[in-house]
Every structure is written in structure tokens, then in C-alpha cells.
């Protein structure tokens, strides 16, 4: 059974690093194939993708926020981290990560976190 | 502003059929036959439903179908039911640079 949970702050302020971990279970990201994504969700606006990590540590972003991202894993911990410098209000969002498969297809997340929100406010 | 542009709503009643539309350009929808579609209940995640156009994964019904002629995918779904009431999102890989990118949204309601 896999799953996957976000954690980190609810609250930061403008210009500030936000870090958010997402822990899973279920697969592990040594296995060939197996990604972790992160995808956010301002309030009642549209999904937007952020980056994505595949278990031989190949890693993509959005081009928009390219600047702004970094993700990473922990194999021994079953964790994806990603880190979003320079955090502004337009930040505000719930943020999931989601489990991919490219054995399976590109693109898709086919297992998802329940997601965190983090509110960007002084 | 999304990538990929879907209609705001839809509605049906209910055994009804819906299609909703997702247009992209060359360079995502057009080009790959890697579109994605997600259902999301409010305050819930997203939700696969269709994957490389029109395959389901194993426990969504088969109710739920999708195609895509030229650069615009579509999702139908038959024999509509109160619970199929959702917001509906499709997505699509763009190529290696982009990635990955998803359209507005479009929210179904059964009337």
C-alpha cells in the first residue's frame, strides 16, 4: 500500500525558504523507475506542477519557478524534500507530493498525498 | 493563466453523458499521447482517473473514457451519477524542458 504525507510550516513570512519534506511508505526510491513530484493548489485556483525527482536522482522543474526550487531525496528515509526560496504571498497554497511511475507513463502521479498548507504572510 | 485550457463547468443530470475538453498546443497535447486526467472532491486530493489518454487504472470505473484528437484531449463520462461532482483537471507532458502541465480545471456539477 502506498502512501505519501507533506509536512513542514503552515506559516511563513514574505522572503523567507520554505521546506517541506514528504515522507513515504509502500516503495522505495532505489527501485528503478519510481519518482516523487510535488504539485501545489492555491486556494480555489488550478493544480500547478512544481518539480519532480526519479530514483536515479534525475530531477525536473517547473520552468517558471526553476529558479526558486530544489528537490531532493533521502533513500534511507523514504523522504523527498523540496525547498522554495523567496516566498511571497502568491505562494500560498496546499502542496502535495505524489508518487510516479515511468515504467507505468510520464507525467501521471498515480498515488498522492493528502497535502499541507502554507500560508506566506507577515 | 493555465497551459492547457478547459472549459470553466459543465453540467448533466444524472445518467447522462458529459465530455469535458482540454486544448493544448504542439508542443504538450499535440505532440504526446501522454494526457492525464484527475478528479478532486473538495478539500480532497486529486484523483487519477485516465492516463496516456485513455487508460484507467485498476478501480476507476469504466465509466470514465478518454481520447484525443489533435491537440485537444477530452474526457467523457457516461451514465452520470451524484458522485462523479467534482472538479476535473487534465495534464499533459511537455517535453523534457517543461515537463509536465496541467490545465485550469472544470467543475461538474449533476444536476
Known amino acids: 500500500q502506498i502512501t505519501l504525507k507533506e509536512s513542514g510550516p503552515t506559516l511563513v513570512k514574505p522572503t523567507q525558504t520554505l521546506t517541506l519534506t514528504c515522507t513515504f511508505s509502500?516503495?522505495?526510491?532505489?527501485?528503478?523507475?519510481?519518482?516523487v513530484g510535488w504539485i501545489r493548489q492555491p486556494p480555489g485556483k488550478a493544480l500547478e506542477w512544481l518539480a519532480l525527482i526519479y530514483w536515479n536522482d534525475d530531477k525536473r522543474y517547473s520552468p517558471s519557478l526553476k529558479s526558486r526550487l530544489t528537490i531532493t531525496k533521502d533513500t534511507s528515509k523514504n523522504q523527498v524534500v523540496l525547498t522554495m526560496t523567496n516566498m511571497d504571498p502568491v505562494d500560498t497554497a496546499t502542496y502535495y507530493c505524489?508518487?510516479?511511475?515511468?515504467?507505468?507513463?510520464?507525467?501521471?502521479?498515480?498515488?498522492w498525498g493528502q497535502g499541507t498548507l502554507v500560508t506566506v504572510s507577515s | 493563466q493555465s497551459a492547457l485550457t478547459q472549459p470553466a463547468s459543465v453540467s448533466g443530470s444524472p445518467g447522462q453523458s458529459i465530455t469535458i475538453s482540454c486544448t493544448g498546443t504542439s508542443s504538450d497535447v499535440g505532440s504526446y499521447n501522454l494526457v492525464s486526467w484527475y478528479q478532486q472532491h473538495p478539500g480532497k486530493a486529486p484523483k487519477l482517473m485516465i492516463y496516456?489518454?485513455?487508460k484507467r487504472p485498476s478501480g476507476v470505473s469504466n465509466r470514465f473514457s478518454g481520447s484525443k484528437p489533435g491537440n485537444t484531449a477530452s474526457l467523457t463520462i457516461s451514465g452520470l451519477q451524484a458522485e462523479d461532482e467534482a472538479d476535473y483537471y487534465c495534464c499533459s507532458y511537455a517535453g523534457s524542458s517543461t515537463f509536465v502541465v496541467f490545465g485550469g480545471g472544470t467543475k461538474l456539477t449533476v444536476l
Open positions: 505524489a508518487h510516479s511511475d515511468i515504467v507505468t507513463t510520464i507525467g501521471a502521479h498515480d498515488y
Open positions: 496516456e489518454v485513455s
Open positions: 509502500g516503495f522505495s526510491l532505489s527501485t528503478s523507475g519510481l519518482g
